[in-house]
């Protein structure tokens, strides 16, 4: 005889609960866990993650697949999460790549533009599995993209679950400090 899932009757909602509401060294923890400081020869080799808990306290697990993520991976996604702050959840980020690359301190050569590509496709490519007791979330932190190579146009879909747990509006003021102070004193190891 065939088990069955069991059936919820209940509608059900977003059950991610939004990180730096109570506690701000949990959730640098979390944020270093996420993108930790990679040397630029851990840079240029990083790991593959294969299902790799990368962080766990209590009920709440993060597992990860994909190519591991770094400090300059958290400063794109921080700026995509600061254009998409006013929009609804579902709309699509679009930018010009020069000015968010401005917006961030980095130069607008042909190679940073690479570099920042490769970012891009690395938040795409990057499972992130959230556990809670007995709820389970996962994806990726942006869903993908589209690039006019001709004007340098971007438009960027985000996932929303991620976009409410680590969106602007969701991060206490006090994560925020804590988050940037970690990752200002490693700007200078890219």
């Known amino acids: 005889m065939k088990s069955k899932l069991p059936v919820n009757s209940q509608p059900h909602t977003n059950n991610l609960k939004p990180i730096g509401r109570k506690d701000a060294a949990l959730d640098a923890s979390f944020c270093s866990a996420l993108f930790p400081a ?43 999460l600061a254009i998409a702050q006013p929009l609804p959840p579902v709309t699509a980020v679009k930018f010009h ?4 690359l401005q917006k961030l301190g980095v130069p607008t050569g042909e190679s940073d533009l690479e570099q920042f590509n490769s970012v891009l496709i690395r938040l795409c490519g990057g499972v992130i599995e959230i ?17 006019d190579k001709v ?24 994560s925020n400090v ?7 004193k490693l700007k200078g190891r890219k």
């Open 38 to 80: 990679l040397d630029p020869d851990q840079k240029e080799n990083r790991r593959f993650l294969k299902e790799e808990t990368i962080f766990s306290i209590g009920s709440l697990t993060v597992v990860f697949t994909g190519l591991q993520f770094d400090q300059s991976d958290f400063d794109v996604y921080l700026a995509l």
């Open 97 to 100: 790549a020069a000015s968010l």
């Open 178 to 184: 804590v988050c940037e102070s970690l990752f200002a």
């Open 151 to 174: 004007t340098m146009n971007y438009e960027i879909s985000m996932n929303k679950q991620f976009q409410m747990l680590f969106g602007e509006e969701n991060l206490s003021q006090s």
């Open 131 to 147: 556990t809670d007791h007995k709820k389970r979330y996962f994806g990726s932190l942006i869903e993908g993209g589209e690039i």
